[in-house]
């Protein structure tokens, strides 16, 4: 088992990233996180004005995959999410959906044990998830924004037990994971989760075959991932994508497929905080097959 610890960390996906360990298709690799403010929050006086943002959303990483290299995808399942036992959540004027209501900022240390969240009285169940996973790019990405290299797409179901499907982009795939949260609901509306450290030991392999976006499967279905400034492009970019699989899959005309659509395929938002909003397109396994997603 590879481990990568948590001071080895990138804050951007790019075309010159060095990477710090090599792993070949079927190696198990631990990625230790820090949380997504840096750790710089150490109590409720700590609000998100006084931090350093260049020390925002750092990503372990990146790992080097042998046989990864453009035109393949590489291929993350997710085996186990461990997580700390205290999380953290802010908000601020101008930040998340309500940000113009927002008069002052705020910072919540939130308490993790026996399973759950202790948000002053209240007790939320646990979800852990991955916020930030991702692969370098052609060009220079920060690790907050998501695009077709992953990134910061804030979908609670990248958790234990799906596989996240990245296309690769450039050789070694160069694969770099943070921002931890041990709950989110879709939307992640405040512009924060409940943002924790831990680590993250995942499985990786490549396959044959062209992504246009990262593809999430999980016991029931297929999620494409759409990131963009504007959230009507990214629906129309995933539904047109979810479009065509259906017809690949189904041997239909598009029309065909495009009214199959509309009765089994489902449109829902992961976030809507970060510089590219993030949805997710499902289309449940009885009606698509992974291969119908890749091009070529």
Known sequence: MILIPKEKHVYSFGPNMKPVARAKPGDIVVFETID???????????TIEKIDFSRVNPATGPLYVENAKRGKVLAVEILDIEIAGRGIVVTAPKAGVLGDKVEKPRTRICEIK????????????????IGVIGVAYDEEIPTGTPGRHGGNMDTNLIT????????????????????????????????????????????????????????????????????????DDAIREGVELGVEALAKANGLEWDDAYMLASLVMDVEISQLVDPAKTIRVRIPKEYVSLEAFFKG
């Open 36 to 46: 997504a403010l840096g750790g710089q929050i150490k109590d409720e006086s700590d």
């Open 114 to 129: 026996d399973g759950t969240v202790h948000f002053g009285n209240l007790k939320i169940p646990v979800k852990p998830m």
């Open 160 to 231: 234990k037990g799906t596989i996240l499907y990245l296309p690769v982009f450039k050789e070694g795939g160069l694969l770099a994971i943070g921002d931890l949260h041990a709950v989110m609901g879709d939307g992640e509306v405040c512009v924060s989760a409940c943002e924790v450290s831990g680590r993250v030991k995942v499985k990786v392999d490549v396959l044959d075959g062209v992504l246009e976006w990262p593809l999430l499967e999980t016991a029931d279905a297929y999620y494409l991932l759409v990131s963009m400034e504007k959230l």
